[in-house]
């Protein structure tokens, strides 16, 4: 069984095979009047040329029935894009992000995942954000790519028929890792992925943000991706960010060492665009172990 | 009705100059001497980067490592395409043949202004030197692709800020050769060279000329902006500084698609010299194919946003380029059906030069014809930035340009050296170029379509049955380049001595000495009628 396709899929091909069947014509056709021409008045069997009229008529019809044809292969692509560009009202809105250099997925109830599992035949719009350079969203089987564009939010929609996997590849050049840029389209039946979707893997559910609670991280961390007084968590892990450490400017990695560093001694790297005015003993009551469950908990909040 | 031209003198090969040695090539200001010039640091850079491709292919015979790391790739792909681009096909055949034959063609003792071209072929080195500089300090090769997107080549820690100056200094050559070819055509046109009895390759340069003018400064300011960004965080492109990636991407393709048809234009113009010659036949549509090359250049300009029907720019825009990309295909058929009426009722001499041309229409039409899928809305959503588009477009360049340019080699060569060049061995040479381009490259048409994206250093085990086949045809291809160099190298000395009038052409070209004497004309000639009447001439046997 092939890979699930999309209503997209057949309204793509057809324009395909419709461009090539008329190339083809043309293709041939010339190739042989070539090869014809080359062997009939070839200089041993034909030595004088002879003179050939020119003819406007034939230049005219030369470039009238070219041009007819080119436009109704636009008009036919411009009505398959339509379709392509044109999502229902009712679609379920996945919000995407993309960045160097996997995929991640966030529902309306806020369930995340890294693989995305959608219900079979419902209508689905993706919402495409990048959290760094440019990327682009294509699923082969669904003959749909977009380009994830930070600061800017771009849309897909596909509507799945049928069960099983498609493939998703990050089609814009995006550094080292792009061609292992890559995720999955999971067409489930309805029931399972309501079940699926249902059981929510809530932030609040996390061992550590009951702790952060208490110790007040969160009165100026959000996790949803509001700014407060302090920078938010959501999509903070993994990003490179510009700092101040020791009264120079210098790129770092959010890893662990990074956020544990900030988490115990805040004033030491303070991200540009950012006042140090995070309190010094903010860790002072995190035993080591809850620090390290602050830290897996940094890690998921994308 | 021989055209006067007075008694022969020494040839430009043997004349001696003020300088001796090699500074009687760098600082020749003789247009043949600069079009030899170009002709070999073009073709040096088309080796370099013909084995970067080889190199490339290689590594992807097999998912996973097989040669270098992702990191090396990407700067393989970042390099193969700046080389070909910048530095071997944009130059290509107007600074090595429209140096050596427009003023030839025209009736002219030179170009407007010898100095100039000399000074671009400098420019054009300096930028070569940049360029390869840019592999070796700062933080090594660049590795964003020729196509520089913001905010990757903002951010990337390689070489890219020299590399962009690289270019940025080879457009300058470009430019100046644009200007020179222009002014030339206009001015020095000998008496009664009528703007139709231009030989067609002199309308597809002075086509591609414009463009050059026109069109390459708008590079330089988006390369310079591009360095302004990476030095002082100018924030023009940069979403994170309140730029925007799509500006840059629109300013881009603004030059580059253009660039497209500086490409290409000129190979056109040498099917047009060539067809006649060796059909022993007046051109049919001679103004259709004039004009038709002014309209590419002009239409040209009005499509850049074909590249971007996916950046997420408005769906209008996406439909309107799209309608004026295929309007820009018809003037394009045009000329195609012209050449092929040219051969009908010919006296047809299928000798490599013609060869290599016919292949080169079928070549093209295929690159034509993909790029109709290329651009249609639908079609072009799938295919975008995938193994298709790469195929499409070396279907063009290569297929297109490439072989012309090849073509042209054979066609001229008896001109320029003054020796012949063997027919078998280039027979045996198109042979295995012919069967190796298509191995190689169409196997990437239907792995685009496929769903494998390009830039792509690894992919899924489904798509490796055609990467081996298209890796294989890599090699056939090599091989034949191979044949076809080597050839060429020895005829240069012992090819058979060329007759002025090889291939009975009725062209300025072929009425003076092989290889041409240092002021091309003793008289300047009287033109009396078109570039391809061969009622006159006898024909060759």
């Known amino acids: 069984m092939g890979p699930v396709t999309s209503y997209s899929t057949a309204a793509v091909d057809s324009v395909l095979v419709f461009i090539v069947a008329v190339s083809m014509v043309f293709l041939l056709g010339l190739t042989i009047a070539m090869v014809v021409f080359v062997v009939r008045y070839g200089r041993r069997r034909h030595p004088r040329p002879e003179e050939v009229r020119q003819s406007i008529a034939l230049e005219v019809t030369w470039t009238l029935i070219p041009t007819v044809l080119v436009l109704a292969m636009f008009f036919y692509g411009y009505a ?36 995305l599992r959608v219900p079979v035949g419902e209508p689905v719009r993706l919402a495409l954000h990048s959290a760094d350079v440019l990327h682009s969203f294509f699923v082969p089987s669904f003959r749909i790519k977009e ?156 | 009705m021989a055209i006067d031209i007075g008694a022969a003198e020494v040839s430009y090969l043997e004349h001696r100059g003020v300088h001796r040695g090699i500074a009687s090539w760098v600082l020749s200001t003789d247009h043949k001497r600069i079009g030899i010039l170009y002709l070999t640091s073009l073709l040096s850079f088309f080796a370099v980067g013909v084995l970067i491709g080889i190199l490339m292919r290689l590594e992807l015979i097999a998912p996973g490592e097989t040669l270098v790391s992702a990191r090396v790739y990407n700067s393989m792909f970042t390099l193969h395409g700046m080389i070909m681009i910048f530095l071997f096909i944009i130059p290509g055949i107007p600074a090595a043949f429209g140096n050596f034959f427009l003023p030839i ?209 408005s769906d209008t825009a996406r439909w309107v380029f799209s ?61 975008h930035d995938t193994a298709f588009v790469v195929g499409h477009f070396h279907y063009v360049m290569f297929g297109g340009t490439g072989f012309m340019l090849f073509a042209a080699l054979l066609y001229w060569f008896p001109k320029m050296f003054g020796r012949m060049v063997p027919a078998r061995p280039m027979w045996l040479a198109w042979l295995l170029m012919f069967i190796g381009f298509n191995a190689l490259y169409f196997p990437m048409l239907i792995l685009g379509w496929m769903g494998m994206p390009r830039r792509y250093y690894d992919y899924l085990p489904r798509f490796q049955p055609l990467n081996v086949v298209s890796t294989a045809g890599s090699w056939v291809l090599a091989l034949g380049l191979a044949v076809f160099f080597v050839t060429l190298w020895r005829a240069r000395r012992h090819g058979e001595i060329a007759p002025a009038n090889p291939w009975g052409g009725s062209t300025l070209e072929w009425q003076i000495a092989s290889p041409p004497p240092v002021e091309n004309f003793e008289r300047i000639p009287v033109i009396e009628r078109g570039p391809y009447e061969y009622g006159e001439i006898p024909p060759v046997e």
């Not at chain 1, 061609?179 to 932030?203: G, Q």
């Not at chain 2, 300058?172 to 008496?191: D, E, M, Q, Y």
């Not at chain 2, 006296?347 to 249609?376: E, Q, R, V």
């Open chain 2, 323 to 383: 309608l004026l990309t295929f309007l820009v295909a018809v003037p394009s058929g045009i000329k195609v059906f012209n050449w092929v009426a040219t051969l009908y009722k010919g006296a047809i001499d299928l000798a490599p030069p013609l060869l290599y041309t016919l292949s080169f229409i079928f070549l093209f039409m295929i690159g034509g014809f993909t790029g109709l899928i290329s651009g249609a809305l639908a079609t072009n959503l799938h295919i």
């Open chain 1, 147 to 302: 380009d994830v564009v930070p600061g800017q939010e771009n849309f897909l929609w596909f509507k799945p028929e049928g069960l099983g996997t498609a493939d998703v590849f990050c089609a814009e050049y995006c550094g080292t890792e792009h061609a292992f840029m890559m995720s999955t389209i999971e067409v489930m039946e309805e029931a399972a992925f309501e079940e699926w979707y249902a059981t929510l893997d809530r932030l609040e559910d996390h061992p550590a943000y009951q702790v952060m609670d208490d110790v007040g991280c969160f009165f100026c961390h959000t996790v949803d991706g509001t700014i407060e007084g302090g920078p938010t968590f959501k999509g903070l892990f993994g990003k490179a960010r510009r700092v101040v450490r020791d009264g120079e400017e210098v790129e770092v990695m959010v890893d662990r060492d990074y956020l544990r560093r900030s988490i115990l001694d805040p004033a030491a790297e303070v991200a540009v665009d950012w006042d140090a005015d995070m309190p010094e003993d903010a860790a002072e009551d995190l035993t080591a172990e809850q620090l390290e469950e602050v830290l897996d908990f940094l890690e998921i909040v994308r």
């Open chain 2, 105 to 313: 063609l025209i009736g002219a003792k030179d170009v407007a202004f010898p100095r100039l071209n000399l000074l671009s072929w400098w420019v054009y080195v300096a930028g070569a030197t940049l360029a390869v500089l840019s592999l070796f300090s700062g933080g090594g090769a660049p590795d964003t692709g020729w196509t520089f997107y913001a905010p990757y080549s903002l951010r990337t820690g390689t070489n890219v800020t020299l590399a962009v100056f690289a270019a940025f200094v080879l457009g300058f050559s470009s430019i100046l050769t644009g200007i020179n070819f222009v002014t030339t055509i206009h001015r020095l046109r000998a008496p009664g060279m009528s703007w139709f009895r231009l030989p067609l390759f002199v309308w597809s340069l002075y086509a591609t000329a414009w463009v050059q003018v026109l069109a390459t400064p708008i590079l330089a300011l988006t390369l310079m902006l591009v360095m302004l960004e990476r030095i002082v965080g100018l924030g023009l492109f940069d979403a994170a500084r309140g730029g925007d990636p799509l500006l840059y991407q629109h300013l881009f393709w603004i030059y580059s698609h253009p660039a497209v048809y500086i490409m290409i234009l000129p190979a056109m113009g040498v099917v047009s010299e060539i067809i006649p010659t060796f059909s022993r036949q007046k051109i049919f549509g001679y103004k259709a194919i004039a004009f038709s090359s002014l309209a590419i250049a002009f239409v040209g300009y009005l499509v850049w946003g074909h590249h971007m029907y996916t950046s997420g720019m």
């Open chain 1, 80 to 115: 398959g894009f339509t379709l392509i560009r044109s999502p229902p009202a009712d679609a379920m809105v996945i919000n995407v992000l993309g960045r160097m250099w996997d995929w991640s997925f966030e529902y309306e109830n806020g369930k995340q995942s890294d693989l």
